[in-house]
């Protein structure tokens, strides 16, 4: 099993407090890793910074990655909007980008990725974030 971050931090802290799993820094629009390598991808609320123009790169890596038979579960903030967030959790300043979606075209970007969906949970609202959060499992068929 192998946990990917972005953040050279975060993947410092996780090898510190979980010396027994394998952590790499990295980024789902060139994921390192060998094809059909992993049984199951988890993408929780990482999409949600992804741009538009990309997330097709990043499903098909997604794809390319999972082995025939294999899963992908999403979870990200439903809506059909992008912003500029600059505060996060106990106002700390941040400057990301965040991308909302709905489940319908993030289901018809991982069907054009060659993942077909397979579950989809929605909520009406997610009290922290005020955001109703969508989650998708998808299968690479085969």
């Known amino acids: 099993m192998t946990w990917v971050d972005l953040s050279p931090a975060m993947v410092e802290l996780a090898r510190r ?42 499903f098909a890596h997604f794809r390319r990655v999972v082995c025939p038979g294999g899963v992908v579960l999403l979870g990200f903030h439903m ?20 991308y909302r979606r709905t489940p319908d075209r993030v289901a018809a970007l991982l069907h054009d990725a ?17 955001v109703p959060p969508a989650y998708l499992l998808a299968r690479r068929p085969g």
């Open 17 to 58: 407090d979980h010396p027994e799993l394998r952590f790499e820094v990295g980024s789902m629009t060139e994921l390192a890793l060998a094809d059909a390598s992993v049984a199951g991808l988890l993408a929780w609320y990482s999409v949600i910074h992804v741009p538009d123009d990309v997330i097709p790169r990043v």
């Open 79 to 98: 809506g059909d909007e992008h912003r500029l967030k600059t505060s996060g959790y106990g106002g700390h300043p941040m400057s990301v980008h965040v």
């Open 114 to 130: 060659g993942l077909a969906v397979e579950a989809q949970i929605v909520h009406e609202l997610d009290a922290p974030t005020g």
